[in-house]
């Protein structure tokens, strides 16, 4: 019996019904919207069910039949990427799509410059990149949802894999006319009793404050923010110090000010590498991806970033 759709059209679906819009699934797919409302048309008209409601604004909602169709499409389409892996690892060919989580701290500097790269020596892969924080990259991994994550050793599951491969020590970002922009090393005691601006986020926050809870101090937190470069132009200006680990090469806030950083003692760095799902099938694609990102970092450190020390 012929089948009566084709993956593309799955894949069509799928996306309309994550996305909840025909403009928003094309936008993921890169198709134009008309070929996401003839492609829901056409297997709506084969299996005569009505797989989704439209509302105003090309909306869409799934019906009962829609919700239990898209479960079956998106184990469908699961089953022919892990065909297509298959078929790829047997032949040793580098190719398909490649899922990648990277930390959002450090994914303007890191990966851009290192997937370029990589599609460059591997035409044949697509990459899509995914700015996380670290709970959704491990969550992500767990469920299949990407392929390999780039982030710190914050952490780390039992299923899950980390590979280091470099050191990122910790370092205290003012802006210049600071009283202590001219030392050189910061000790948290140092700190304590200024305003800081928190970098929130899941398991990077806990770290940071750490810091003080160690030495039995408490930081006075005067802002947070979950974004890196808002935390920049804020220190820029003058509301408090942070800290961080990724730092950038240029030492200049979004809105021109300068920044000066001074390394944090006593402190060990964290380590950024790659993790990987220990349940996930290591493809030959994921395979040549680890080692393009080993011989890239450890060879000549982490792109964007200031420095990077090579893991032990």
């Given at each position: 019996?012929?089948?009566?759709?084709?993956?593309?059209?799955?894949?069509?679906?799928?996306?309309?019904?994550?996305?909840?819009?025909?403009?928003?699934?094309?936008?993921?797919?890169?198709?134009?919207?008309?070929?996401?409302?003839?492609?829901?048309?056409?297997?709506?008209?084969?299996?005569?069910?009505?797989?989704?409601?439209?509302?105003?604004?090309?909306?869409?909602?799934?019906?009962?039949?829609?919700?239990?169709?898209?479960?079956?499409?998106?184990?469908?389409?699961?089953?022919?990427?892990?065909?297509?892996?298959?078929?790829?690892?047997?032949?040793?060919?580098?190719?398909?799509?490649?899922?990648?989580?990277?930390?959002?701290?450090?994914?303007?500097?890191?990966?851009?410059?290192?997937?370029?790269?990589?599609?460059?020596?591997?035409?044949?892969?697509?990459?899509?990149?995914?700015?996380?924080?670290?709970?959704?990259?491990?969550?992500?991994?767990?469920?299949?949802?990407?392929?390999?994550?780039?982030?710190?050793?914050?952490?780390?599951?039992?299923?899950?894999?980390?590979?280091?491969?470099?050191?990122?020590?910790?370092?205290?970002?003012?802006?210049?006319?600071?009283?202590?922009?001219?030392?050189?090393?910061?000790?948290?005691e140092d700190l304590a009793a200024k305003p800081m601006v928190?970098?929130?986020?899941?398991?990077?926050?806990?770290?940071?404050?750490?810091?003080?809870?160690?030495?039995?101090?408490?930081?006075?937190?005067?802002?947070?923010?979950r974004d890196v470069a808002v935390a920049r132009a804020m220190?820029?200006?003058?509301?408090?110090?942070?800290?961080?680990?990724?730092?950038?090469?240029?030492?200049?806030?979004?809105?021109?000010?300068?920044?000066?950083?001074?390394?944090?003692?006593?402190?060990?760095?964290?380590?950024?590498?790659?993790?990987?799902?220990?349940?996930?099938?290591?493809?030959?694609?994921?395979?040549?991806?680890?080692?393009?990102?080993?011989?890239?970092?450890?060879?000549?450190?982490?792109?964007?970033?200031?420095?990077?020390?090579?893991?032990?």
């Amino acid at each position: 019996m012929p089948l009566r759709f084709t993956l593309r059209q799955l894949e069509y679906l799928v996306a309309v019904g994550e996305a909840g819009g025909v403009t928003q699934g094309a936008d993921r797919v890169n198709v134009s919207a008309p070929s996401i409302s003839t492609a829901i048309a056409q297997v709506e008209a084969e299996f005569g069910l009505p797989l989704f409601i439209r509302k105003h604004a090309h909306g869409l909602t799934p019906t009962g039949a829609g919700r239990a169709f898209l479960v079956q499409a998106r184990a469908v389409l699961a089953a022919a990427e892990e065909l297509n892996s298959l078929a790829s690892d047997m032949s040793g060919v580098v190719r398909g799509p490649l899922g990648v989580g990277c930390l959002v701290t450090f994914a303007q500097l890191v990966l851009p410059d290192l997937r370029r790269r990589f599609e460059r020596r591997f035409a044949a892969v697509a990459v899509r990149q995914y700015e996380l924080d670290h709970a959704e990259i491990i969550e992500r991994l767990r469920v299949a949802d990407i392929d390999v994550g780039l982030t710190y050793d914050l952490g780390v599951p039992s299923d899950i894999v980390f590979e280091p491969l470099a050191e990122l020590p910790p370092y205290v970002m003012l802006a210049p006319d600071d009283p202590l922009a001219g030392a050189e090393t910061l000790r948290p005691e140092d700190l304590a009793a200024k305003p800081m601006v928190l970098l929130d986020l899941p398991y990077s926050g806990d770290y940071f404050l750490s810091i003080f809870s160690r030495a039995g101090l408490r930081p006075r937190i005067a802002e947070r923010t979950r974004d890196v470069a808002v935390a920049r132009a804020m220190v820029a200006n003058g509301f408090g110090y942070t800290l961080i680990n990724a730092r950038a090469q240029h030492d200049v806030a979004p809105d021109g000010k300068g920044l000066c950083f001074v390394p944090l003692a006593g402190l060990a760095p964290l380590r950024l590498g790659l993790a990987l799902s220990r349940a996930a099938h290591r493809t030959a694609t994921v395979a040549a991806f680890f080692d393009h990102c080993r011989e890239i970092i450890r060879t000549e450190g982490a792109p964007g970033l200031w420095r990077s020390e090579r893991a032990d």
